[in-house]
Nanobody
Framework: QVQLVESGGGLVQPGGSLRLSCAAS????????MGWYLQAPGKERELVAT???????NYADSVKGRFTISRDNAKNTVYLQMNSLEPDDTAVYYC????????????????WGPGTQVTVSS
């Protein structure tokens, strides 16, 4: 059984920083890619950033230059460093992992974390 555990959300003032973490645990053969999505109230879920096991990164235009995604392959953990936060960044942030298990190493499935609230407000 695979489980994603997120941490690091909270309330921060505009211009502040937060760091999100997401650890994938269980029977994992490969986790690729890992990433983050956000969902603001009344809106659809949208991409924030993804990172492959080789370190290739993809960012939404709205966060380029402010957010940095990284991962620890040995720990199956992905991080999102969020700087210069703006009120429009307020949303629930969801960890996303596409992974395979040892019994079916070529079969990848998508898993989502429960979400962590990020609120940017003065």
């Amino acid at each position: 059984q695979v489980q994603l555990v997120e941490s690091g959300g909270g309330l921060v003032q505009p211009g502040g920083s937060l760091r999100l973490s997401c650890a994938a645990s269980g029977s994992i053969f490969s986790a690729n890619p890992m990433g983050w999505y956000l969902q603001a109230p009344g809106k659809e879920r949208e991409l924030v950033a993804t990172i492959t096991s080789g370190g290739s990164r993809n960012y939404a235009d709205s966060v380029k230059g402010r957010f940095t995604i990284s991962r620890d392959n040995a720990k199956n953990t992905v991080y999102l460093q969020m700087n210069s936060l703006e009120p429009d960044d307020t949303a629930v942030y969801y960890c996303y992992v596409r992974l395979s298990t040892p019994d079916r190493p070529s079969y990848y499935r998508a898993f989502w974390g429960p979400g962590t609230q990020v609120t940017v407000s003065s």
